[in-house]
C-alpha cells in the first residue's frame, strides 16, 4: 500500500510539472488572495470572492456572504447574424478585456447600485450622467453610481494595472492576473459564488452589447462591411471604400474606422475600451454562429465549432470534414476544388459500399459503462458501445452502408452548399474526371 500510494504521489508531481501547474496555481492562488488548495478544488468563479474580501478588510470595509436568490435569466452577449458563405480578405477585430474595462467604466460593484430612475427607455438602451450609469435589460433598469469608486472596478483596476506591468517580464503571473480578473465577472453570473449578483451580471452584458453595436455602427460607417459579429469581436471585408480610398489595404481601412471607434467611445463611460486589429486571414468559410474555419496570412487552416477533432462526431465525418473545409480554403469556388470534393467523396463513399470502415471510422466518443467507449450504430439499427482499452480501433464493423453514405453526403453538402458550390450530387454528377473513372454521371 506504501509503495502503491508513493507511486501516485510521484506521478501526480511529474503531473504537476510537466503540464506547468506548479507555476499557474501558486500564481493564481497569489492572485486571488487563496490557498493553493483551494484553487486546485474550486473554480475561479467562486474564488474570485477572495481578493475581493480581501480588498474589503483591507480598507476596514464589512463584506456580506449573504446568498442571492438566483435570477433564472441571463442575457450574454450580442451576435450579429453571421453572412453565410466563403469570404476572401477577412480581418478580425476585437475588444480587450471587455468585461473588465466595462466593470471598471461604468463602475459596476454590489455598493455602487443605485435606485432606477423612474423614466425606462427602450430595452438595451444605455444613459449616463455625471452621477450615474445606467442599462435597460430585461425590462428592468440597472443603473450605478459613478460618484465614488466601488470595491469591485478598484480591485479589477489594480490587476489590471499589475498585469500590464508584468506582461513582458513575467507571463505567467499576467496570465494568472487575466484570468483573476475576468474571473470576478463570471463569479457575478455564477449562482454558487459569494458575489452572485443578477444585477451586476444583466448590465456588464448589457453594456457590452450596446459597445459591440456601437462598433458595428462606425465600422459600416467607415465604409467596411461586417460580416460577423459576436461579444467582443467583429470580422470585417473590405468593400469599394477599402480600394478607393485606402489602395485595397484593408489592415490601413481598419485601422482608420479603429481610431474614428475609439474616438467615439471616449464620449462614453467606456473610454478605456480598446478595440485592436487581432488578425487578417486570406479566407474565411462562414457557416453560422461560433461555427466557421479561415486560412491565415501564413496559410494555416484553423476550425471553429467544425467536427474536426471534436469526439461527438463520427469519425468519418471528421475526416471528411476536415479534407473538404481544406479544399474550400485553398481552391476557393474554382473547378479543382469541386473536382478534388468529388474525387473525395467518390473514395469515401466506395469504402463505404465495400464495407472497409473501421470502428474508429464508424464511431463517436462517449463518457459510458464507467469510462470512455467508441459508439456506434450497427447493421441493425442498434447501438453498440465498446470500451477503449477494450478496443481495436482498425477492426471491421457491420454497419448500415446507406445510413453511413447518408451521412457522409450531410456532411460535405453543409460545407460545400454554404461555399456556393451545390450539394454533393451536384458537384459529383457534372465533374468531368468521372467520366476518365468510370462513373456514371449521367
Not at 485595397?248 to 473610454?271: E, I, M, Q
Not at 454562429?289 to 471553429?304: E, F, I, L, T, W
Request: aromatic share 8%; with cysteine; proline share 3%.
Amino acid at each position: 500500500m506504501l509503495d502503491y500510494n508513493m507511486n501516485d504521489s510521484r506521478v501526480t508531481a511529474l503531473l504537476w510539472g510537466l503540464t506547468g501547474a506548479d507555476q499557474d496555481i501558486p500564481n493564481l492562488a497569489c492572485v486571488l488572495c487563496a490557498p493553493v488548495w483551494d484553487c486546485i478544488r474550486y473554480v475561479t468563479g467562486m474564488m474570485s470572492a477572495t481578493v475581493i474580501a480581501s480588498e474589503c478588510l483591507s480598507r476596514g470595509m464589512c463584506f456580506c456572504w449573504a446568498k442571492c436568490l438566483p435570477n433564472g435569466k441571463y442575457q450574454g452577449g450580442y451576435v450579429a447574424a453571421p453572412t453565410r458563405g466563403i469570404h476572401d480578405d477577412v480581418a478580425v477585430c476585437d475588444f480587450s478585456s471587455m468585461y473588465p474595462t466595462i466593470m471598471i467604466g461604468a463602475n459596476i460593484s454590489p455598493d455602487a447600485i443605485l435606485t432606477p430612475a423612474e423614466s425606462l427607455r427602450s430595452e438595451g438602451a444605455v444613459t449616463w450622467d455625471g452621477y450615474s450609469v445606467s442599462a435597460v435589460c430585461s425590462g428592468r433598469t440597472a443603473r450605478f453610481s459613478t460618484v465614488n469608486k466601488g470595491v469591485v472596478p478598484q480591485t479589477l483596476q489594480k490587476l489590471v494595472d499589475e498585469r500590464r506591468k508584468h506582461k513582458a517580464s513575467r507571463p505567467t503571473r499576467a496570465m494568472a492576473l487575466k484570468v483573476g480578473a475576468n474571473s470576478i465577472y463570471g463569479s457575478f453570473v455564477y449562482e454558487m459564488s459569494t458575489l452572485y449578483s443578477p444585477s451586476c451580471s444583466a448590465a456588464t452584458t448589457a453594456f457590452g452589447r450596446w459597445c459591440l453595436a456601437l462598433s458595428i455602427c462606425v465600422f459600416e460607417k467607415c465604409g467596411l462591411r461586417v460580416i460577423y459579429g459576436d461579444t467582443d469581436s467583429c470580422f470585417l471585408s473590405g468593400t469599394n471604400v477599402t480600394a478607393a480610398k485606402y489602395h485595397g489595404s484593408l489592415r490601413d481601412h481598419c485601422n482608420a474606422a479603429l481610431a474614428v471607434l475609439k474616438c467615439v467611445l471616449g464620449f462614453t463611460p467606456f473610454r478605456d475600451m480598446d478595440m485592436c486589429l487581432e488578425g487578417l486571414h486570406k479566407r474565411m468559410l462562414l457557416l453560422g454562429k461560433k461555427n466557421y474555419a479561415y486560412m491565415s496570412s501564413s496559410g494555416d487552416v484553423r476550425y471553429k465549432g467544425i467536427p474536426v477533432a471534436r469526439k461527438d462526431a463520427l469519425g468519418i465525418c471528421r475526416k471528411v470534414s476536415k479534407c473538404t473545409v481544406d479544399m474550400i480554403l485553398y481552391g476557393g469556388s474554382t473547378q479543382e476544388a469541386k473536382s478534388a470534393i468529388a474525387l473525395m467523396c467518390a473514395r469515401a463513399r466506395d469504402s463505404c459500399a465495400l464495407s472497409s470502415l473501421t470502428l474508429m471510422d464508424l464511431s463517436k466518443v462517449i463518457r459510458a459503462e464507467g469510462g470512455s467507449c467508441y459508439t456506434y450504430v450497427d447493421f441493425n439499427g442498434d447501438p453498440k458501445n465498446v470500451k477503449i482499452e477494450d478496443a481495436s480501433p482498425e477492426m471491421i464493423v457491420q454497419y448500415s452502408k446507406a445510413e453511413i453514405a447518408t451521412r457522409i453526403s450531410k456532411e460535405v453538402t453543409r460545407y460545400t452548399s454554404a461555399a456556393g458550390l451545390g450539394t454533393v450530387y451536384d458537384i459529383m454528377w457534372v465533374c468531368p474526371v468521372f467520366e476518365s473513372l468510370g462513373y456514371v454521371t449521367h
